[in-house]
């Protein structure tokens, strides 16, 4: 503290004080560690009250505690030293012309790390520079986040400039690794790895594929959740002999859009991915006035074929709107069905013999919560394209309201 070391915000230089501290800090904290057994805490607590007792155990567990925060209090000061040099080398990665190979674009990073964490391996306990070099993976990490999330569109950047940063995590990754030697495996690949790594992938995936993997999840979430309070939709669906018959029979418990505290509910039947079924359009039933709990009975019929409904992430998404006629219709919830899941498609379960038979698929009506979904993001960074700015103009009008 007396050097100003806690106060530096860089540049990053290897301080012989530091190293001493966290080491002492290390050895004392190994010796207390053991005063329970040197102490014999076995004996003092059968000739000590428990007050006096508890209190012993709790000093030594506060103490232990108070060890490990002051070494990470020094530890955490390394990531910020380092940080505008983090940033300048991460961003000759990213924008480096196309040219120049990936690994070639990250020696300039690798070489300022190495320089750095050659110097403190050899000063620092072993547990000491394992804990400085997961602070300085996180902090290349939240760099190369930095400019991935650059804030420009997608018509700004070069056309292999999240292929570049993909390229350089793997190396990122190998280097903090360092064939066992380094971080480990799981210690590399934390929450924030994975979304980052998600998220480039995002950004490398083309529109059409990245509307599939979002419905996919969509999908996913129908499946899990158990209630919600935007009503409940009860369908049946089936298929026979090149066609898909869904009926939507009621829906209970939608919520009231309308200053009359009703709505005016509808429902729109819609086959997705579009890629799999181009030339079905969507339909809808009939609006039903004034009512929270509408009874359609109503049945739509989808010339598709086998093949088709058992593609891979082929659904029927159901939206619930509540028609307006002076304004745009507003929307109450969706729901989403597997079509693998229904008779005449999967491989198990009732046949169709009998339609009317079927028992009727109760989904729980969902709304979108999450306003920062990646996906939607990325769509919305690409200003050139017609159908991403479409999709996510859609989107954003069946956000849930606070």
């Keep these: ?11 990053f230089k290897v301080c012989e004080d530091m190293c001493i501290a966290l080491n002492n800090l290390e050895y004392v904290y190994k010796f207390v560690s053991l005063l329970e057994n040197y ?18 155990t709790s000093q030594l567990e506060g103490t232990l505690s108070q060890f490990q925060l002051r070494i990470t209090d020094v530890v955490q000061r390394v990531g910020p030293q380092m940080q505008e040099t983090l940033r300048k080398t991460m961003f000759h990665v990213a924008w480096s012309p196309d040219t120049l190979p990936t690994n070639q674009a990250v020696e300039p990073l690798f070489d300022y790390l190495h320089t750095h964490l050659q110097a403190l391996n050899l000063y620092l306990l072993p547990q000491n520079f394992q804990k400085v070099l997961q602070e300085v993976w996180e902090y290349t990490l939240s760099e190369l986040s930095h400019q991935m999330d650059t804030g420009a569109t997608s018509d700004e950047l070069p056309a292999t400039f999240h292929d570049r940063l993909y390229g350089a995590l793997e190396l990122m990754t190998e280097f903090f690794y360092s064939n066992g030697l380094g971080l480990s495996f799981d210690a ?51 298929f026979n002999h090149d066609s898909l018959c869904v ?26 991915p579009h890629r799999v079924f181009p030339h079905c359009n969507e339909q809808q039933t009939n609006v039903h006035k004034k009512t ?3 009874i359609f009975d109503e049945c739509f019929e989808f010339s598709v074929s086998l093949d088709q409904c058992r593609s891979l992430g ?24 597997a079509l693998g899941s229904i008779p005449g498609v999967a491989d198990t379960g ?12 109760e989904m729980i009506l ?14 919305d960074s690409r200003t050139g394209d017609r159908l991403a700015s479409e999709f996510v103009r859609k989107q954003k009008l069946r956000f849930a309201v606070k």
């Design 1 to 11: 503290m007396e050097t100003g070391y806690f106060d530096r915000l860089g540049p």
């Design 39 to 56: 102490f014999d805490f076995v004996t003092l607590e059968s000739i000590a009250t428990e007050i006096q007792f508890n209190t012993l």
């Design 188 to 238: 590399i690949h934390s929450q924030e790895f994975y979304q980052i790594e998600q998220r480039l992938q995002y950004h490398r995936t083309d529109t059409d594929k990245l509307i599939e993997i979002f419905y996919n999840q969509r999908l996913e979430e129908q499946l899990s959740i158990t209630t919600s309070p935007y009503g409940v939709l009860a369908v049946r669906a089936y």
């Design 247 to 272: 009926e939507v029979l009621h829906a209970r418990d939608i919520i009231p859009l309308d200053p009359n505290g009703f709505s005016d509910p509808f429902v729109i039947i819609e086959l997705l």
């Design 292 to 294: 929270l709990n509408p």
């Design 314 to 337: 082929a659904m029927i998404a159901f939206t619930v709107m509540d028609h307006d006629v002076l304004t745009a219709n507003d929307f109450a919830g969706e729901a989403f069905l």
């Design 350 to 361: 009732p046949g169709v013999d009998n339609f009317h038979g079927l028992k009727p698929v």
């Design 366 to 379: 969902m709304q979108q919560h999450q306003r920062n979904h990646p996906i939607l993001q990325i769509l």
